[in-house]
């Protein structure tokens, strides 16, 4: 017989001693359904309800404490007690009093962090570009909403923006602050959420509102003209790249310089720094001086200190006998966070969504939702003036009757049935009937039924009024161009930051060591250039030129001397001799166009060494000007290889002659004439691009042709062609002095 098959009992193990609350069991499972629920949760909650921005330019934290500072009257009221509000925003924001304080501190007005800032306080609030001037605590400082705080509210009961629950369900919040302006690109903003960040740089508040106004008229605005470049709190200057800017207004990514001002005291031999770049500390600066003139990479240094106060930045920096205050400047700039990068990352949430957005598509979405919060205002007037006029309808059906009115109230026997009565009496509802029935027997008279007759008709045009906007976009940007215009008149201040343009800035390169020794440099007229050392010209022979090629100019030098390159698209070239190797008289040389990175199609006209660049360079143009400029107009503090600009195109230049004391010149022309001048005549000029001045009188059809020396001009009779004054006609030129073998500059 079969056995009967026993039930396994089941064993209960001990709980392991070591496990408390938890299952005794590995519970195994995909490491995605995982991250879905337990990682996704917290990194969405970060992204948003945390770190990112919304379309007005706040994160939830910036929302709850100027929305709680609005509900306790402090837009209008005194300043209260720091502590005091934060004890407030804890309703709305239950993550701490220090994390809600430090919220404050960044908006208000002493800590300098925005360009606008939203807080009115009192106190020590700290400097956002002090890392060790720490604000005071909540209980020693006063606060109260900033005047531009209005702009965010004004809205906010006209129904423009939708409330939701706080975090218990005891009070109603806003979701979005309806600015009347972009203040997502005029304020300051960044965080860092899971998996991405956001950094957002203010702009200038008069150029945000020109932009949109600009944007609401004409979609295809080309924002640029109208929005420089950023502003930021702490100043400083803009190095201004256009295609870097273009880039960031296209794509919402990129990176602005931003470089520290400076002033030198030359009684006192030192440098006052009062701007630093927004990203940067006074301590990081310090510090990184300090490390730099430890490791003997800044000499130029006896001290440096901070003497910064509530007042404002300053850092001072006293310097060696001697120094370049300028050079010093620009070698701190590359080496210091005295310059610095601001990057930009226009990362912000669009209906719950982090989209990074390029400026221009980010005024587009603020727009379109600030059109929908002017049109959510419009019709909630609309529903509230249609409401009133609805009672005061029924007034007027019973004031037409007030006797029977009357009469119905007095006979009606209980009070509940005072409503009914009366709308059976005149044919009116109920919100009309009760309307009727709160009015005090002291208005019952004349004046008061005649004012409300007339306050009827005049809502019927204001109601026809806010139906008509609501349905023509036009009259709801219009709107929108108004308020823009408000904002703009009441609150816009100069700029802080300066622009410079990226061109226009000397950078530091640290000099090389280069040997120096006399060389002698060949220039063909094909622009073909040679360096050669005495010992080698000395050992060469005949100098090779290319075929249809020849000798140009030549000059004595040393290897460490500048040299310059004219080119006939009036630009300049400039470089030092010890970048061209060592050559010999039996090479062609170096062919200047390619060797330098000349234009297309562009060549070079004269060679001229500026040695200390005093004295003077002459240009001859063809239509007899002389232009007589300074050598120092060419001569720049940083390594610029290429000057544009130097000199006039408005005639074709025929010579260049360097002046380094006045003496005569002679010109003669095609007629053929000749005029013999003295340089003295010749008023120096500043600017490069001058067209001189006339010196020789050409009659139609006829041009300069040469310059040269009275000695060189084989003019025989000299007094004959000489001038007192300028400009001049000359002098024909008679057949013994007319030289066959005459000289040219060129």
């Known amino acids: 017989m079969a056995k009967k098959k026993t039930e396994e009992k089941t064993v209960h193990r001990p709980a392991d001693p070591n496990v408390m609350g938890l299952r005794g069991t590995v519970v195994e499972q995909p490491i995605t359904r995982t991250l879905d629920e337990n990682y996704m949760p917290y990194a969405m909650s970060v992204i948003v309800s945390r770190a990112i921005p919304e379309i007005d330019g706040f994160k939830p934290s910036h929302r709850k404490l100027l929305y709680t500072m609005y509900k306790m009257g402090l837009l209008t009221g005194g300043r209260t007690k720091s502590a005091n509000i934060v004890g407030q925003t804890m309703r709305l924001n239950p993550h701490g009093d220090q994390a809600i304080y430090e919220t404050m501190v960044r908006l208000a007005k002493g800590n300098e962090s925005l360009l606008h800032p939203f807080v009115d306080s009192k106190g020590n609030f700290g400097k956002v570009y002090s890392r060790d001037m720490a604000y005071a605590a909540s209980r020693y400082t006063e606060a109260k909403l900033a005047p531009i705080c209005a702009e965010l509210f004004r809205d906010l009961d006209c129904d423009a923006v939708d409330f939701v629950d706080n975090y218990d369900n005891t009070t109603k919040e806003p979701t979005l602050l309806p600015t009347t302006y972009p203040n997502v690109l005029v304020s300051a903003n960044q965080g860092i959420a899971v998996g991405m960040a956001s950094q957002i740089c203010g702009f200038n508040l008069a150029e945000v509102c020109d932009t949109t106004i600009a944007l609401l008229k004409n979609p295809d605005h080309d924002i640029a003209s109208t929005l420089l470049a950023p502003d930021f709190p702490t100043g400083g200057q803009l190095v201004c790249d256009p295609a870097e800017l273009a880039e960031i207004y296209r794509t919402g ?27 940067t500390s006074i301590e990081v600066i310090l510090d990184k001086v300090a490390e730099l003139v430890k490791a003997g990479k800044v000499k130029e240094i006896s001290d440096m200190r901070d003497e910064s106060d509530l007042s404002g930045l300053k850092l001072t920096i006293d310097l060696k006998r001697g120094v370049d ?16 990068t601001f990057s930009c990352n226009f990362n912000i949430l669009i209906a719950g969504m982090p989209r990074v957005l390029g400026v221009k598509a980010l005024l587009e979405e603020w727009i379109a939702w600030r059109t929908e919060c002017v049109r959510r205002r419009v019709y909630f007037i609309l529903s509230r003036k249609k409401e009133k006029l609805h009672l005061l309808l029924g007034l007027k059906r019973i004031l037409l009757d007030i006797d029977k009115a009357i009469a119905i109230i007095r006979e009606t026997e209980e009070e509940a049935e005072v409503i009914p009565n009366l709308m059976i009496g005149f044919g009116i509802d109920e919100k009309q009937a009760e309307y009727v029935a709160e009015i005090k027997l002291r208005n019952i008279n004349k004046e008061y039924i005649l004012k409300r007759v007339q306050e009827t008709e005049s809502l019927q045009g204001e109601i026809q009024d806010l139906e008509d906007t609501l349905q023509k976009p036009a009259r709801i940007r219009r709107i929108m161009v108004e308020e823009l215009t408000q904002v703009r008149k009441k609150y816009a201040q100069p700029r802080k930051t300066e622009i410079i343009y990226s061109h226009e800035v000397e950078e530091y390169r640290e000099e090389e060591q280069v040997e120096d020794y006399p060389v002698t440099v060949f220039l063909s007229r094909e622009g073909y250039f040679k360096k050669i050392t005495p010992q080698s010209l000395r050992m060469s022979g005949e100098q090779k030129y290319k075929e249809g090629d020849g000798p140009g100019q030549q000059a004595e030098a040393t290897n460490a001397a500048e040299v310059m390159f004219f080119t006939d698209r009036c630009q300049v070239y400039k470089t030092r001799l010890s970048e061209f190797g060592d050559s010999k008289a039996s090479v062609l040389g170096d062919y200047l166009p390619a060797k330098l990175g000349m234009d297309e199609g562009e060549s070079v006209v004269y060679m001229v060494l500026p040695g200390d660049y005093s004295g003077h360079l002459l240009f001859f143009f063809e239509n007899g000007k002389i232009a007589r400029v300074e050598m120092k107009a060419y001569a720049t503090v940083s390594n610029r290889r290429k000057l544009t600009g130097a000199y006039s195109d408005k005639s074709r230049l025929v010579a260049i002659l360097p002046l380094a004391e006045d003496r005569e010149l002679a010109l003669l022309s095609t007629e053929p004439r000749a005029l013999i001048f003295h340089t003295s005549l010749l008023l120096p000029k500043a600017t490069r691009s001058t067209q001189g001045v006339a010196v020789m009188t050409l009659k139609p059809k006829y041009q300069l042709q040469r310059v040269c020396t009275p000695e060189e001009s084989g003019i025989v009779n000299l007094p004959r062609y000489r001038a007192r004054s300028i400009p001049g006609t000359g002098a024909l030129l008679r057949p ?11």
């Open 325 to 340: 205050p300028e050079k010093l400047m620009q070698k701190l700039y590359k080496l210091t966070p005295l310059q610095d």
């Open 736 to 746: 013994e002095d007319r030289g066959e073998e005459q000289l040219t500059l060129l």
């Open 253 to 279: 990514r990129g990176g602005v310089k931003v470089r520290a001002r400076w002033r030198y005291d030359k009684k006192e031999n030192l440098i006052e720094i009062f701007e630093i770049p927004y990203s």
